[in-house]
């Protein structure tokens, strides 16, 4: 029976393994819709917008997604500590993004109420800023804001840190057990197949340990199935026995 590692769950139900898979699929999805964030300057595809220093901070980043999202997910399924690692690290920047940019725009939103009047509108133009303050919204677009910001960020630090621990059992543990060759023999017996190492010997190589013990037995066997054929069950020859 093939040896299944028991990673532990994520999500209250879901294996670890399957679900770090997703949140590998996820990145990569997310990288596409950053992608049309940068190229398109929509802010519809992006989850902050409202601070200009930072408004194309997490979409830039986002797009390594494209990449590390697939290397991710190749190493999740053959267990490679050193590809998740790459993925980890991205989450782990992605975060800060997020944080970061997300307080920036919080800020932001704090001039709502007086950016209509403000002296700052005239020197930098902030379009987003000006159509919730036209539109009287300022106090229900910081609320919204944040609870939007923090959902997004409770949710991606929830994905950093399972894929982190995974990535932590991968590092600590090989992802096979190392049995230096104890229950070999079986192997061959249980898959129904010839030992490869055999035509070592025949070709002259030194035969190893457990090969010479077959050999033995072998050897053994066909004394005493020589010794059967001239003597009988009280040791006399046979020939004896016939006369």
Same mark, same amino acid.
């Given at each position: 029976?093939?040896?299944?590692?028991?990673?532990?769950?994520?999500?209250?139900?879901?294996?670890?393994?399957?679900g770090?898979?997703?949140?590998?699929?996820?990145?990569?999805?997310?990288?596409?819709?950053?992608?049309?964030?940068?190229?398109?300057?929509?802010?519809?595809?992006?989850?902050?917008?409202?601070?200009?220093?930072?408004?194309?901070?997490?979409?830039? #980043? +986002?797009?390594?997604? $494209?990449? =590390?999202?697939? %290397?991710?997910?190749?190493?999740?399924?053959?267990?490679?500590?050193?590809? @998740?690692?790459?993925?980890?690290?991205?989450?782990?920047?992605?975060?800060?993004?997020?944080?970061?940019?997300?307080?920036?725009?919080?800020?932001?939103?704090?001039?709502?109420?007086?950016?209509?009047?403000s002296a700052?509108?005239?020197?930098?133009?902030?379009?987003?800023?000006?159509?919730?303050?036209?539109?009287?919204?300022?106090?229900?677009?910081?609320?919204?804001?944040? #609870? +939007?910001?923090?959902? $997004?960020? =409770?949710?991606? %630090?929830?994905?950093?840190?399972?894929?982190?621990?995974?990535?932590?059992? @991968?590092?600590?543990?090989?992802?096979?057990?190392?049995?230096?060759?104890?229950?070999?023999?079986?192997?061959?017996?249980?898959?129904?197949?010839?030992?490869?190492?055999?035509?070592?010997?025949?070709?002259?190589?030194?035969?190893?340990?457990?090969?010479?013990?077959?050999?033995?037995?072998?050897?053994?066997?066909?004394?005493?199935?020589?010794?059967?054929?001239?003597?009988?069950?009280?040791?006399?020859?046979?020939?004896?026995?016939?006369?």
């Amino acid at each position: 029976m093939a040896f299944v590692r028991d990673h532990g769950t994520c999500c209250i139900f879901l294996p670890l393994k399957l679900g770090v898979s997703l949140v590998a699929m996820l990145v990569f999805m997310d990288s596409i819709v950053c992608l049309l964030a940068t190229f398109t300057g929509d802010i519809r595809f992006q989850p902050n917008g409202y601070s200009e220093s930072l408004y194309h901070v997490p979409s830039i #980043l +986002g797009i390594l997604g $494209v990449v =590390l999202g697939f %290397t991710g997910l190749l190493g999740i399924y053959d267990d490679k500590p050193g590809w @998740l690692q790459w993925l980890v690290y991205f989450l782990f920047l992605k975060i800060i993004a997020l944080g970061t940019s997300s307080l920036a725009d919080f800020f932001t939103l704090r001039k709502c109420d007086s950016w209509l009047t403000s002296a700052e509108r005239s020197v930098q133009e902030n379009l987003q800023l000006t159509k919730l303050a036209e539109a009287g919204v300022c106090p229900w677009a910081r609320l919204a804001y944040a #609870l +939007g910001a923090a959902v $997004v960020l =409770l949710f991606w %630090t929830y994905c950093t840190y399972f894929t982190w621990v995974y990535w932590q059992q @991968l590092e600590c543990n090989p992802a096979y057990p190392i049995d230096f060759g104890a229950g070999v023999d079986r192997r061959w017996v249980q898959f129904h197949v010839k030992d490869p190492r055999l035509s070592e010997h025949e070709e002259g190589q030194p035969l190893l340990p457990q090969h010479l013990m077959h050999e033995e037995e072998a050897q053994y066997g066909t004394q005493k199935s020589k010794h059967s054929e001239h003597y009988g069950p009280d040791g006399q020859e046979m020939a004896d026995l016939e006369g």
